[in-house]
């Protein structure tokens, strides 16, 4: 059974920095691709960001390019979302997800399986 763990949320200033990670268990991590939602009150959930099964391609919704960094560590099953220029637009519950397929593109990842999300919190 897969699980994903998501921790690194909270309370930060508008313009500082986060780093959330997300630990996943139940299978050979090192062949998903990875990615990252979040979801603003009153909002659908929407794609933030993602990241190959080598970490060799990513994709990042317009928003948080060039602010947002996807990355993981296959050794500790974990991918990591460091956070930059945070805005209180950024607010959201943030979540990890992954496909069930193995070796998908991730621009084109169908994602199955989900954490629970962690909380983060920009202030004006």
């Known amino acids: 059974q897969v699980q994903l763990v998501e921790s690194g949320g909270g309370l930060v200033q508008a313009g500082g920095s986060l780093r959330l990670s997300c630990t996943a268990s139940?299978?050979?991590?090192?062949?998903?691709?990875m990615g990252w939602f979040r979801q603003a009150p009153g909002k659908e959930r929407e794609f933030v960001a993602a990241?190959?099964?080598?970490?060799?391609?990513?994709d990042y919704t317009d928003p948080v390019n060039g602010r947002f960094t996807i990355s993981r560590d296959n050794a500790k099953n974990t991918v990591y979302l460091q956070m930059t220029s945070l805005k209180p637009e950024d607010t959201a519950l943030y979540y990890c997800?992954?496909?069930?397929?193995?070796?998908?593109?991730?621009?084109?990842?169908?994602?199955?399986?989900w954490g629970q999300g962690t909380q983060v919190t920009v202030s004006s």
């Open positions: 997800a992954t496909p069930q397929q193995a070796f998908t593109n991730p621009r084109r990842a169908r994602y199955d399986y």
């Open positions: 990241v190959s099964w080598t970490g060799g391609s990513t």
């Open positions: 139940g299978r050979t991590f090192s062949r998903y691709t």
